[in-house]
């Protein structure tokens, strides 16, 4: 059975830091695709970053791009995402996401195409 646990995440003051940790177990993603996608009340789920097994190759959102950090422990089967500078229009419930396909480009930011997802975890940023 394949789970995917986020843990980090919680009340952070604008412009501080926080790190989200995804565990997987039940599979290996090695060759797939890892991803977090958020979700803001009153807002449609969005693709935040993604890295791929191999390289690793990393993706971003736009709002993502220079603030926030994703990487992954292969060894571990764990992906973390680092996110500086926080806003309060960054607060959400943040969701890991898996696949064993390299999704590439396009298709990695499409909440789709991940076969696996975890339960998320809450980040809130007041200002």
């Known amino acids: 059975q394949v789970q995917l646990v986020e843990s980090g995440g919680g009340s952070v003051q604008a412009g501080g830091s926080t790190r989200l940790s995804c565990a997987a177990s039940g599979r290996t993603f090695t060759n797939g695709v890892m991803g977090w996608f958020r979700r803001a009340p009153g807002k449609e789920l969005e693709f935040v970053a993604s890295v791929s097994g191999s390289g690793p190759t990393t993706y971003y959102a736009a709002f993502a791009q220079g603030r926030f950090i994703s990487s992954r422990d292969n060894a571990n089967n764990t992906m973390y995402l680092l996110m500086k500078s926080l806003r309060p229009e960054d607060t959400a419930l943040y969701y890991c996401?898996?696949?064993?396909?390299?999704?590439?480009?396009?298709?990695?930011?499409?909440?789709?195409?991940?076969?696996?997802w975890g339960q998320g975890t809450q980040v809130t940023v007041s200002s």
């Open positions: 996401a898996a696949d064993e396909s390299p999704l590439g480009l396009v298709r990695s930011r499409r909440w789709v195409e991940y076969e696996y």
